[in-house]
């Protein structure tokens, strides 16, 4: 379908005062290339404009009859040679009249024209990126040069209506910092809102937001510290108000990728400017995919938040309208995230797929000064999974829901269709049970779910799994205590006080985002930051 071009609102006298290759300029530059292809293409087109204006060849009302020939006068406007009518041999064209040429033109190649082809186009019926932006700037990366492919083929959606939300008062401005590749230069379409800024106070009770149904896709971020000395992703899901907040962003379109600060490996190169020594603090309560973690300080999340956009370019433009429609966009964003950043569907469900915090940008310490970090881009992987879903394989939602709670109700951080989170109370020495059903998980497709229950984090001896038979759409979780357990994270060794169990829906083609139940061994305001560090 042919997009009206956007026809600027010019009065009479400035349009004539545009001159002849003004005037030629500025349709050229505002005519579709849909239309224009008619045409044979912009050149084509301009020329056929030009001929009507340099001939003239539209009748005048009798004493303006011109004979052909139309040249610029002395102040811009266009002069016709004249007969006998004139003793000074020339008439001026009235500017009315220039713009009626030039609007029933312009008029003529975006609405007639394509109307009445004869034969369709090869690419008719593809849906096409209507922004005058491109999706994705110059670049030689592989994500680049794979989203450009799929931009001219027009399969891919790009960021039109995407936008970017920072929440910090621009300290962390993830689309254009200077000491960042920006994200700007990558994604030019993506809208950039004002920025918001919370009090120590507001932030407790407003963030995150309550997020308007099904409002336009929107990645947020916010490098600062959330209520009580956490980061956020580890935070929005430790209390139920907090929790739902979240999840209701989740589900209509909104996605939150913020630094784990103090949360996630304290005392490597990724917090401060020093080498890892022995096993580093991991303070994560919770685990959610409401929210997405990097580790380090400000700008480390970066590098997350562009693979994402990536995300959301490279779906089919049709599916994402619907996965926009339905709530579920951001679920399947996150899936895709996951996913692409490791090899296999084995590693997806499992710790690999699903740290508590992703390595994004290096970081800064101060004006110029870095200390590099292994920086890992998964953008190109990430684009050929979302522009693989079809509307007939649109992966499912994940949701959980808790069916008997062994744990007393002080013990019940919060509970949400896709993170369920729970606190080890003293004086249970045998633990306590947990069972919870994934019955409630949808797929837009009805399609048959059969569902995977997995330990990420935790001992044998702290935790353990039992699904129900049959496609396994429930299980019964028992959580021990246990006085911690080391987690291998790539370079990382941390010492973590949090078992987590994941749930995956697959229906026939694709896994769903994870949801999680976490229980941890951590006590409400327990330090894991600079105050858990030795003197």
């Known amino acids: 379908m042919t997009t009206a071009p956007k026809i600027p609102q010019t009065g009479a006298q400035d349009f004539l005062s545009l001159g002849a290759s003004g005037a030629i300029n500025l349709v050229r530059s505002q ?30 009302p009798p004493r303006h009859r011109p004979t052909p020939g139309l040249f610029p006068g ?6 016709i040679p004249s007969s006998n009518h004139n003793r000074h041999g020339r008439h001026h064209l009235p500017s009315l009249k220039l713009m009626c040429i030039v609007t029933i ?6 609405t007639v ?17 209507t922004d005058a932006r491109p999706a994705i700037a110059d670049g030689e990366d592989a994500a680049t040069t794979l989203l450009k492919r799929l931009e001219t083929e027009g399969v891919a959606a790009g960021n039109t209506r995407d936008h970017y939300q920072n929440t910090d008062g621009w300290h962390a401005d993830n689309l254009d910092h200077p000491r960042l590749k920006p994200t700007r230069n990558v994604h030019p379409q993506v809208i950039k809102n004002e920025t918001i800024k919370y009090t120590a106070e507001s932030v407790l009770t407003e963030y995150p937001p309550q997020a308007p149904e099904h409002g336009p896709p929107t990645l947020w971020n916010s ?23 979240a999840y209701r962003g989740y589900i209509n379109n909104v996605h939150y990728v913020n630094p784990a600060l103090w949360d996630y490996a304290w005392g490597s190169s990724y917090t401060v400017k020093k080498p890892a020594v022995g096993n580093l603090p991991c303070g994560f309560q919770t685990m959610s995919p409401y929210m997405t973690a990097s580790r380090g300080h400000s700008h480390s999340e970066g590098g997350l938040q562009r693979d994402m956009f990536y995300g959301l370019a490279g779906f089919l433009p049709d599916v994402k309208r619907k996965l926009a429609e339905t709530g579920l966009l951001m679920p399947t964003l996150v899936m895709a995230f996951r996913r692409g950043r490791v090899d296999s569907d084995a590693q997806y469900l499992s710790a690999d797929g699903n740290p508590f915090a992703f390595v994004g940008d290096e970081q800064y310490f101060g004006p110029g000064e870095r200390i590099p970090t292994r920086s890992v881009h998964r953008g190109a992987e990430i684009i050929a999974i979302t522009n693989a879903i079809t509307m007939q394989d649109i992966p499912p939602l994940i949701s959980l829901a808790v069916m008997q709670d062994g744990f007393p109700a002080e013990a019940q951080m919060s509970t949400t269709p896709c993170a369920i989170a729970r606190r080890m109370p003293d004086g249970l020495a045998d633990g306590a049970s947990i069972r919870v059903s994934a019955a409630g998980s949808r797929d837009l497709n009805n399609r048959p779910l059969r569902y995977t229950w997995r330990v990420l984090y935790g001992p044998a001896d702290a935790v353990s799994v039992t699904p129900s038979a049959g496609a396994g759409d429930s299980a019964e979780i028992r959580f021990k205590p246990t006085p911690g357990f080391t987690v291998k994270d790539g370079d990382l060794s941390l010492d973590c006080k949090t078992l987590v169990v994941a749930c995956f829906a697959h229906n026939g083609a694709w896994y769903s985002a994870p949801g999680f139940v976490t229980c941890t061994m951590l006590k409400p305001g327990e330090a894991r930051g600079p105050a858990a560090r030795k003197p």
Do not use: Y
């Open 31 to 60: 005519l579709s290339p849909e239309a224009l292809g008619d045409l044979g293409g912009q050149d084509n087109a301009v020329s056929v404009l030009a001929r009507i204006v340099e001939h003239c060849t539209i009748p005048l």
């Open 74 to 79: 002395r102040h811009g406007e266009l002069r």
């Open 105 to 110: 033109f312009a008029l003529f190649v975006v």
């Open 113 to 129: 024209i394509p109307l009445t082809a004869a034969e369709p186009r090869p690419d008719q019926g593809k849906p096409a990126v």
């Open 223 to 245: 490098s600062r510290f959330a209520g009580k000395g956490m980061s956020f992703p580890n935070w929005c899901v430790s209390e139920q108000a907090v929790a739902e907040r």
